[in-house]
């Protein structure tokens, strides 16, 4: 079972379709036909997920209506990078600095999405990634509490917030299941704060869940600096 949103397997659909017919390799825009053809979609679908790809700068959309490969396309994509984590690997070394990891209280966005009632209490945890003293991401995890209620603090800072909550559950449980996707956005507030970006900046947001036995007991989101990420000197497909 697929825990991806439906909208967004269509989005890695289209985007594997236009990379199947060369809009990433210097070729022409493929056309309507072909990628109508090449994913299977209906007009509708077809026209949303196109939609969601300009919204992502993957894709840009003219002023008369035709789409295109941006000059600076967003090579980081889900068939190579499915996850945050291997975004780090291809980046090279970094260093992690846990800035919080507690008690908090779900926000209405983490309750609905955890199944829990409002302003419950949850386990939070904040770190911050940067590479030569310069941070370039940060990450803030929300958990179901009973799960990491006993964790020291000191456990986030060794080890990835999926593996401390997987060596957490009772022995022999299931592994977790995690869905993530990105999209690429302009910065706010925090970003300023925790990334030294000034307004308007691109950020690369990740974010997720964490399911254990078809349960979300985690959801995260991690906000990067695009260009301080892997979109420089990535090969072109």
């Not at 022409?28 to 994913?39: A, H």
């Not at 035709?66 to 980046?91: C, D, K, N, W």
């Not at 990334?195 to 078809?214: Q, W």
Request: proline letters at 8%; glycine letters at 6%.
């Amino acid at each position: 079972m697929s825990f991806v949103p439906l909208l967004l397997q269509n989005d890695q659909i289209l985007y594997d379709a236009l990379t199947q017919l060369g809009a990433f390799s210097g070729g022409r825009f493929p056309s309507w036909e072909d990628l109508l053809w090449e994913t299977g979609f209906s007009f509708h679908a077809l026209t949303h997920s196109m939609e969601r790809l300009c919204q992502s700068k993957i894709l840009k959309k003219e002023p008369n209506g035709a789409y295109s490969v941006p000059p600076r396309p967003l090579y980081l994509h889900y068939r190579e990078f499915r996850s945050f984590g291997q975004m780090i690997e291809y980046t090279g070394s970094h260093r992690v600095d846990l800035l919080f990891a507690g008690p908090a209280e779900a926000d209405a966005y983490t309750a609905e999405i955890l199944s829990i009632p409002p302003k419950e209490t949850i386990t939070r945890i904040l770190r911050l990634y940067s590479r030569d003293d310069i941070p370039f991401a940060y990450e803030e995890y929300d958990v179901l509490y009973p799960l990491l209620k006993k964790v020291p603090k000191a456990e986030f800072q060794k080890s990835s917030v999926m593996s401390v909550i997987q060596n957490n559950l009772p022995p022999g449980s299931q592994e977790l299941v995690q869905s993530q996707y990105f999209s690429m956005m302009p910065s706010y507030e925090k970003d300023q704060k925790y990334l030294h970006l000034p307004p308007g900046s691109n950020i690369l947001r990740f974010i997720g869940r964490i399911y254990f036995e078809k349960r979300p007991i985690c959801s995260f989101v991690i906000r990067a600096d695009a260009d301080q990420c892997a979109l420089k000197g990535h090969r072109k497909i």
